[in-house]
């Protein structure tokens, strides 16, 4: 069986970070694993989407429409963009956070209101405010390692194994923030 993992978010947001960290975690767990990046405009505010599968034997890098087991959205118009990829019994999980893309911001098009209600009605959706948490932290950097936190319970693997490869794959003057990050999005209340 294989698990397909989906992270969407907008440059800037560690989006590219979390796929490798998700990815090393299953390689480390024995799983053979595919990871693929598909890069919009990916400077920062740029859509940016990365897949992560990882069983037996995985053949393919992307998963299909309807087939993520896990859709991780680090801004809520990327998890509207990108929630049909979510199977039925998917979770979805959103960092409560608006980014207005750029088309919002010259007038052209209006941001969507109530996006995270109108995702609750057909997916099993969790919000966190990642980035509030990331500022009382003292790094809002560490955004990304709070959602993942919060997310690894419905991906898998053990809470130590997460901890040792974030130790072994952010840079060396970020592992404790980035370790103590992901111990608070883990513990989240869900």
Not at 20 to 49: C, F, P
Not at 66 to 76: L, M, P, S, Y
Not at 85 to 100: A, H, M, P, Q, S
Request: glycine residues 10%.
């Amino acid at each position: 069986m294989t698990k397909n993992i989906m992270i969407v978010g907008v440059g800037g947001q560690g989006t590219l970070l979390t796929s490798r960290i998700i990815g090393k975690t299953a390689l480390e767990a024995g799983y053979d694993v595919k990871i693929s990046e598909v890069h919009g405009m990916a400077q920062r505010g740029g859509s940016v989407v990365t897949f992560v599968r990882y069983g037996d034997k995985v053949c393919e890098p992307v998963c299909e429409e309807g087939q993520a087991d896990v859709i991780i959205a680090f801004e809520r118009l990327e998890a509207l963009r990108y929630s049909h990829f979510l199977k039925k019994d998917g979770v979805l999980i959103v960092n409560d956070c608006k980014i207005e893309p750029m088309t919002v911001v010259i007038g052209a098009k209006e941001y969507p209101e109530e996006i995270l209600e109108g995702l609750e009605k057909n997916h099993t959706l969790y919000a966190i405010d990642g980035q509030k948490i990331a500022l009382e932290l003292g790094n809002s950097k560490v955004l990304n390692s709070v959602v993942l936190g919060f997310a690894a319970p419905y991906i898998g693997f053990g809470k130590d194994a997460w901890l040792n490869v974030i130790e072994a794959t952010v840079p060396p003057k970020t592992i404790e923030i980035n370790k103590k990050a992901f111990a608070f999005g883990y513990e989240a209340e869900r």
